[in-house]
C-alpha cells in the first residue's frame, strides 16, 4: 500500500479555519505561530476570524493556506504518516514541496505571500471571469474555449483539469461568457462561476512568472526527500527540469490535477490524504480512481479519524 498526500489550493479556504486545530494539537499551533511571526498582517486573525472577505485577498489566501497545511503536515509526521508522494493543486504545490523538504516553513510562507501579491498585481485592472465546466469531455471544453475565442477575439483557455467530466476554464469576462453559452449548447451539466480575484493558470499571469523566476534566483532549494507530482506536468521531474521552472510555468499554466491523480493511482498509491481546508481534491479522486481510498483533513475531527486510522500509536 503507498500513501500520497495531496494539498488543497485557494477557494478552499473559510473563516474560522483551523481554530480547533491549533487548539488541540501543538504542533499545529506551533507551526502557526511561526507563520504568524513572518506575514505582515494578522495570520491567526484572518484565519480564525469571521472576516470571508478578508481572507479571500489572494495575498492572504495564500499563505494562510499554506500555514494551515504546514500544521497538519507537523501533526501527521508526528504520528508517523509518510507518504510515499505529494503533490498540490496550485498553491497546494507549494506546501506538497514544504512536506518534501524542499522550502522550510519560512520559506514556505514568504514565497507564497510575495506569490499571492504577485498575482494580484498581474490581474489587476483586468476584467475576468473563472468557471468550472461540468459534464463535458476536456476535448469538449477545449473545443468551446477555442470558439469562444474565435469568435470573440477574447482570450479564455481551459486552466484546471479536475477529474472526470470537470474542467474549470478563465480569461476575460466576454470570452468565459461565451464559452459558457456554447458549453450549454454541447450539453454540460452546469457551469459554475467561481469566486476568484483574477484569471490565475493564464497568460494574464506572465507578470507573476516574471516575478517568481526572479525570486526563486534569490533562494536556496532543500533536497526533495519525498517525490512530488508537479501540476504542469501531471508527473515527476525529469530530464533537465527545475523545479524553480515548473513553480514559473505553473502560474500561466493548466493545472493538470487529473493526471496527477492518475500518476499516483498507476505508480500504486491507493491511499490519498487531502489537506485542506475542504475536500474538493477527494472528491476528484473518488472519481477518477476507482476502488482507491480517500480522506480529507478540514477539521480536528477529521484529524482524528486519520490518525486512529493510518497514524502510529507511538510515534
Given amino acids: 500500500m503507498k500513501t500520497a498526500i495531496l494539498y488543497a489550493g485557494q477557494g478552499a479556504q473559510r473563516p474560522g479555519m483551523g481554530l480547533d486545530l491549533y487548539e488541540g494539537y501543538p504542533e499545529f499551533s506551533k507551526a502557526i505561530d511561526e507563520a504568524a511571526a513572518v506575514t505582515d498582517f494578522d495570520l491567526k486573525s484572518a484565519m480564525f476570524g469571521s472576516d470571508a472577505a478578508l481572507l479571500a485577498r489572494t495575498e492572504i489566501t495564500q499563505p494562510a493556506l499554506a500555514a494551515f497545511a504546514a500544521g497538519v503536515t507537523a501533526v501527521l509526521s508526528r504520528y508517523g504518516i509518510q507518504p510515499d508522494y505529494v503533490a498540490g493543486l496550485s498553491l497546494g504545490e507549494y506546501s506538497a514541496l514544504q512536506a518534501a523538504g524542499v522550502f522550510t516553513l519560512d520559506?514556505?510562507?514568504?514565497?507564497?505571500?510575495?506569490?499571492?501579491?504577485?498575482?494580484?498585481?498581474?490581474?489587476?485592472?483586468?476584467?475576468?471571469?473563472?468557471?468550472?465546466?461540468?459534464?463535458?469531455?476536456?476535448?469538449?471544453?477545449?473545443?468551446?474555449?477555442?470558439?469562444?475565442?474565435?469568435?470573440?477575439?477574447?482570450?479564455?483557455?481551459?486552466?484546471?483539469?479536475?477529474?472526470?467530466?470537470?474542467?474549470?476554464?478563465?480569461?476575460?469576462?466576454?470570452?468565459?461568457?461565451?464559452?459558457?453559452?456554447?458549453?450549454?449548447?454541447?450539453?454540460?451539466?452546469?457551469?459554475?462561476?467561481?469566486?476568484?480575484?483574477?484569471?490565475?493558470?493564464?497568460?494574464?499571469?506572465?507578470?507573476?512568472?516574471?516575478?517568481?523566476?526572479?525570486?526563486?534566483?534569490?533562494?536556496?532549494?532543500?533536497?526533495?526527500?519525498?517525490?512530488?507530482?508537479?501540476?504542469?506536468?501531471?508527473?515527476?521531474?525529469?530530464?533537465?527540469?527545475?523545479?524553480?521552472?515548473?513553480?514559473?510555468?505553473?502560474?500561466?499554466?493548466?493545472?493538470?490535477?487529473?493526471?496527477?491523480?492518475?500518476?499516483?493511482?498507476?505508480?500504486?498509491?491507493?491511499?490519498f490524504i487531502e489537506v485542506g481546508p475542504g475536500h474538493a481534491l477527494s472528491g476528484f479522486v473518488k472519481r477518477a480512481v476507482k476502488g482507491a481510498a480517500a480522506c480529507f483533513i478540514d477539521s480536528a475531527a477529521d484529524l482524528k479519524d486519520v490518525l486512529d486510522k493510518y497514524g502510529k500509536k507511538e510515534a
Fill in 107 to 271: 520559506q514556505l510562507i514568504r514565497l507564497t505571500s510575495f506569490r499571492g501579491r504577485a498575482m494580484a498585481e498581474a490581474g489587476r485592472g483586468i476584467d475576468t471571469l473563472m468557471c468550472a465546466v461540468l459534464g463535458l469531455s476536456s476535448e469538449q471544453t477545449e473545443a468551446i474555449c477555442k470558439k469562444a475565442q474565435e469568435e470573440t477575439g477574447q482570450m479564455v483557455q481551459v486552466v484546471n483539469y479536475n477529474t472526470v467530466g470537470q474542467e474549470v476554464i478563465s480569461g476575460t469576462k466576454e470570452g468565459v461568457r461565451r464559452a459558457e453559452e456554447l458549453a450549454k449548447d454541447m450539453g454540460c451539466k452546469r457551469c459554475m462561476e467561481l469566486k476568484v480575484s483574477s484569471a490565475f493558470h493564464t497568460s494574464f499571469m506572465e507578470g507573476a512568472g516574471q516575478a517568481l523566476h526572479k525570486k526563486f534566483r534569490t533562494m536556496n532549494f532543500g533536497k526533495m526527500q519525498v517525490p512530488v507530482v508537479f501540476n504542469c506536468t501531471g508527473r515527476e521531474l525529469e530530464g533537465e527540469e527545475t523545479i524553480a521552472d515548473l513553480l514559473v510555468r505553473q502560474v500561466q499554466s493548466p493545472v493538470k490535477m487529473r493526471q496527477t491523480i492518475e500518476y499516483l493511482a498507476d505508480h500504486g498509491v491507493d491511499i
